[in-house]
């Protein structure tokens, strides 16, 4: 571990400060000599001077490296060093080509970081996203640089016997003292953060395939011994996702062989290196037995979104880090598309696309109104990896769909097209991707609102709609109007108006979808318009309107935006009970259930028995039994809105208020339909043999939440027969989908038998380190009775399966706690906050990535409510003293007390 500087002024990184680099390095080769303890790598470069810039030193990155040796053409040469910066001077004033060799080594076994190249389980691997290929050489680490790269491995045979890196394998032999080589040939150019390397003892699944054009690929994922069989569906996967982009996007695989590796020790998701994507093992292994429909349906997403890197983001990358969500939020928009176009009907994607929408609402719009709030390409960071967030990810995904839903799904290929035509083999920026799409199609409404729509691209902050409608009888007219606002937000204090895309329907009194015809129009269309709305506030005419319709509003989420739709609980209920658009009627019935919640949590004295009322179960009710509606849509509309959520809705936070409120809402509507649980259960629980379609994981999801429901109501009423059903099905269960929701009926619950049912679990899957992640957050995240969780987490500290240094590890029970448990952790007596601080500075010294990310469990800080708020700011604070902190935790913080 390197020491750090001192507390000192922290390195602003802007964006508006970028200049083309000084250098270009054409060609790269490396050779490793892979060793645990000190890895030899020997990197021999060809340079040359980029003209069309001031002449400057060649200033290589580098970081924990150790230099042995700098050779200049072949000869000796001068250098220094400028921090960890190696700083040559005296080169070529020309064009021409030069050669450098730099030898260097590094320990991967002290690499507890998993940046640059580290060991996992005895294992050789490498993450280079962002910064971390300075980890490795000496370099011009900057998505700018392009360079080709052939590399070659030397290892021990019997420890190490796969090498794989980039490209091709076009040699391997042995060596003297039981070692071996291979090397590989990258046919494409690359910039530094996507290469790879992986070096062990695994074993690979294997597929050919043949493409649309006749041409065979390779396609391989690799696991340690032991987890082959797990590791089909990541392969089906993949083969599913060769064949949708070739057929949505016209995108072919331009690789021989496409390579997946997965390991138990990754600070993120997954990597998209080039031809060698690397897993966190999280998102490659599953069989029915180990994995539940939530991870399979993880699994084929992550699987297709590095997948879809390959053209967006490594065919065309990035000029600078400040266009990160180029590639990210255009690759989340396409696996998300990706596992839309997998469903079978209209009913599963609008699932999908719920189940997105509440992650950016849940997760994304907290960080828009917090203190790390900035816009999809950010003007500026201390760390940047700091900006893998929801905002870049899934906010950024949102803009690229509306761009999609502004020049239609034909119009959008072509752009996609136009922008592959322009710059394939570039790296380039957010402004070079709109301007393609918007040039495909020069009359659609992004191209006429470009300049004003790339707003979203450059302010932060979630904007507010606001709609009201106004009927006129007389004129049989209806005229709805559109407002918008936005909050100032860190940095950005006034906003401009955005193009916000309004899809919309009008519902007449029998629930059927109006035919409308706006003012000035010679003839009404059916269904569901497109309204673009670009000024602060605007008028819609409708006409011919023979009553007062109910007006849809965003229907399919259309835009990343709050609504305020003025609707009274009438329509909302018409709209649940009739909306054409499934999206819309989740929405709906979210919305009664936030009146609600916010009402109770608002209202005076202890929260009260009973806060959902007649109509309001009467609706759920019909949803739950209704005839022909989907399980996994009835599951989501079920599902009370979180208690984050809840918290967005309130200026002032009160968690233990909100957790209160919420439980009781779920008790109520637990014994309320207790009759239509059990049916439910009853209905949806056997489903034959195990398959994770969205269908039969729908009524997996069902079956789960009425079980729990049904445990919720016995525990009230004191009944021993549910949590009796559900601990026998925990042990029968055929699946781990079935298997783990009887068990987390039973915690959830609280029921007694939760203790054996845990043990038992922990025995019979002790050898899986996957579900003994789900095993602590199960616990770490149950709801707090009395305060008994944190207690129960600091003993989970102290299993002997916990390991701080495994990010998947340190997440079960770290975060599941301080990030997905708001009433355990949030606590009067500041004892979450002091569990947090520890937390933070024990991670920052092994993890900073991890480490900054736990650390924006405070991010909301200034909403809570006293006690919590001066608790939770005297956390914050203790964490800023520290002298030593990462770059990484010491930016969240500082801006959490901005
Ligand atoms: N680029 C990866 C992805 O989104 C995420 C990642 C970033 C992984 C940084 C590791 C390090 O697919
Ligand atoms: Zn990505």
Redesign the pocket.
């Given at each position: 571990m390197q020491l750090r500087e001192a507390a000192g002024p922290a390195m602003v990184i802007r964006r508006e400060d970028y200049t083309p680099p000084p250098f270009w390095i054409d060609r790269i080769e490396l050779t490793f000599d892979l060793d645990p303890t000190k890895t030899r790598v020997l990197n021999k470069m060809s340079l040359r001077r980029n003209t069309e810039v001031p002449a400057q030193p060649l200033r290589l990155d580098g970081e924990d490296l150790n230099l042995a040796r700098v050779v200049l053409n072949g000869g000796g040469c001068s250098f220094k060093m400028d921090g960890e910066a190696l700083v040559l001077g005296n080169l070529p004033e020309g064009p021409e080509p030069f050669e450098l060799e730099i030898f260097t080594t590094c320990s991967p076994e002290k690499n507890t970081q998993l940046?640059g190249l580290y060991l996992s389980q005895g294992d050789f691997f490498t993450?280079?996203?962002?910064e971390?290929f300075r980890r490795i050489t000496y370099f011009l680490d900057r998505p700018d640089v392009m360079a080709s790269y052939t590399v070659t491995l030397r290892a021990d045979k019997d420890k190490y016997p796969v090498l794989l890196s980039n490209g091709n394998l076009v040699e391997q032999g042995e060596l003297a003292d039981n070692r071996h080589f291979a090397k590989w040939v990258d046919p494409h150019r690359k910039p530094s953060?996507l290469f790879a390397l992986v070096a062990g003892r695994l074993i690979s699944r294997e597929q050919r395939i043949l493409t649309r054009s006749g041409k065979e690929h390779l396609l391989q994922v690799y696991v340690r011994p032991g987890d082959m069989d797990k590791t089909e569906h990541a392969m089906n996967s993949l083969i599913a996702s060769v064949v949708w982009d070739e057929a949505r996007f016209g995108l072919p695989l331009d690789l021989e062989r496409f390579m997946i590796v997965a390991t138990s020790d990754?600070?993120?998701?997954?990597?998209?290196n080039k031809g060698l994507n690397i897993f966190n093992t999280k998102y490659v292994l599953a069989n029915s037995a180990t994995a539940t429909d939530t991870d399979f349906a993880n699994i084929e997403s992550?699987v297709g979104?590095?997948y879809f890197?390959n053209w967006t983001?490594n065919r065309i990358t990035c000029r600078d880090w400040f266009q990160l969500s180029l590639?990210?939020g255009l690759?989340?928009f396409r696996d998300q598309e990706f596992s839309m176009d997998l469903c079978a009907d209209a009913s599963a994607r609008a699932v999908k696309r719920i189940e997105d929408v509440r992650v950016l609402r849940t997760m994304q719009f907290p960080e828009d109104a917090g203190p790390m709030a900035h816009p999809v390409r950010p003007d500026q960071y201390v760390e940047i990896?700091n900006f893998?967030t929801v905002t870049v990810?899934e906010k950024g995904a949102e803009v690229v769909r509306m761009m999609q839903t502004l020049v239609g799904r034909e119009g959008f290929r072509q752009g996609m097209d136009l922008y592959f035509q322009r710059h394939d083999g570039q790296a380039v920026t957010c402004d070079d991707f709109a301007q393609a799409i918007a040039d495909a199609d020069p009359d659609s409404a992004l191209a006429r609102h470009l300049p004003q729509f790339k707003r979203w691209y450059s302010q932060s902050g979630t904007p507010r709609l606001q709609a009201s409608g106004r009927y006129d009888a007389a004129e049989r007219r209806y005229t709805l109007t559109l407002s918008q606002s936005c909050p100032a937000t860190p940095g950005q204090s006034e906003k401009q108006p955005f193009v916000i895309p309004v899809a919309l329907g009008l519902l007449d009194a029998q629930g059927q979808d109006l035919a409308l015809r706006l003012q000035g129009e010679a003839q009404a269309s059916g269904g569901t318009r497109l309204l673009v709305l670009t000024q602060a506030s605007e008028s819609f005419v409708f006409e011919d309107i023979d009553a007062e319709p109910v007006p849809s509003l965003l229907r399919g989420f259309s835009a990343p935006v709050i609504v305020d739709n003025g609707l009274t609980d009438d329509q909302l209920l018409h709209l649940l009970a009739h909306d054409s658009d499934a999206f819309n009627r989740w929405e709906a019935g979210q919305q009664l259930a936030l009146r609600r919640a916010v009402q109770a949590v608002r209202a005076e004295g202890s929260v009260g028995a009973a806060p959902l009322d007649e109509a309001f179960i009467g609706a759920m009710r019909a949803v739950l039994c209704h005839p022909t509606l989907d399980a996994a849509l009835k599951e989501l509309v079920l599902t009370l809105p979180a208690e984050t959520y809840i918290a967005e809705q309130l200026d002032v936070v009160d968690p233990q208020r909100i957790h209160a409120v919420r439980e009781t809402m779920r008790e109520q509507l637990a014994g309320a339909l207790q009759a239509d649980w059990a049916w439910a259960y009853e209905q949806h629980k056997d489903n034959g043999a195990y398959r994770p379609d969205p269908v039969s994981s729908g009524r997996r999801a069902l079956a789960g939440m009425a079980l729990t429901m049904l445990c919720i109501a016995a525990r009230d009423t004191g009944d021993a027969v549910w949590p009796g059903k559900a601990y026998q099905r925990f042990k029968d269960a055929g699946n781990m989908t079935d298997r783990f929701n009887a068990l987390s009926a039973l915690v959830v619950s609280g029921q007694p038998l939760a203790r054996d049912a845990l043990a038992r679990f922990h025995a019979m899957f002790q050898d899986e380190a996957l579900v003994i992640d789900k095993w602590f957050a199960l616990q770490a995240g149950a709801p707090d009775r009395g305060g008994n969780v944190l207690p129960a987490v600091r003993q989970l500290m102290t299993h002997p399966d916990f390991n701080l240094k495994n990010p998947n590890r340190a997440r079960s029970v770290i975060f599941s706690f301080c990030s997905a448990n708001p009433a355990g952790f949030h606590r009067s007596d500041a004892a979450g906050y002091v569990f947090w601080s520890e937390r933070v500075l024990e991670l920052d010294a092994i993890n900073p990535?991890v480490a900054a990310r736990l650390a924006r469990a405070l991010d909301r800080w200034k909403k809570l409510a006293e006690p919590y708020r001066s608790a939770a700011r005297e956390a914050i604070a203790r964490v800023a003293a520290k002298s030593d902190l990462s770059a990484d935790v010491r930016e969240v913080v500082t801006r959490a007390l901005a």
């Open positions: 940046s993450q280079c996203e962002a971390g953060y990754f600070n993120m998701g997954a990597m998209e992550v979104h590095e890197h983001g590639k990210e690759t989340v990896n893998y990810y990535q």
